[in-house]
Nanobody, 123 residues
Framework: QVQLEESGGGLVQAGGSLRLSCAASGRTFSAFVMAWFRQAPGKERAFVAAIGTSDGGTEYADSVKGRFTISRHNAMKTVYLQMNSLSPEDTAVYYC????????????????WGQGTQVTVSS
């Protein structure tokens, strides 16, 4: 079992930055691909970024490439999402997720989810 808890959301002005954190419980954190998804009001949950288990491989949605950076600290059992140059279109609830096997960008493959943290970007 893995439990995930996000933090770091909040209200920020356009052009600003936020760093989200996701703390995991359980002994096998390093065995999971970790990802961030987001759900904007009235929209389906969408893939944002993912990071591999140990080799640092990453994948990003086109909409966040060059602005967001995903990283992980396996000893701390934490995954991060550094978000820069935020725009109102980034307003959403951001979810952390853990994947053992599957397609990184496909939410239905993920095994565990956090409760989400709200990010609001004002114009």
């Amino acid at each position: 079992q893995v439990q995930l808890e996000e933090s770091g959301g909040g209200l920020v002005q356009a052009g600003g930055s936020l760093r989200l954190s996701c703390a995991a419980s359980g002994r096998t954190f390093s065995a999971f691909v970790m990802a961030w998804f987001r759900q904007a009001p009235g929209k389906e949950r969408a893939f944002v970024a993912a990071i591999g288990t140990s080799d640092g491989g990453t994948e990003y949605a086109d909409s966040v490439k060059g602005r967001f950076t995903i990283s992980r600290h396996n000893a701390m059992k934490t995954v991060y999402l550094q978000m820069n140059s935020l725009s109102p279109e980034d307003t959403a609830v951001y979810y952390c997720a853990a994947l053992r096997v599957g397609t990184w960008a496909r939410q239905y493959d993920y095994d565990y989810w956090g409760q989400g943290t709200q990010v609001t970007v004002s114009s």
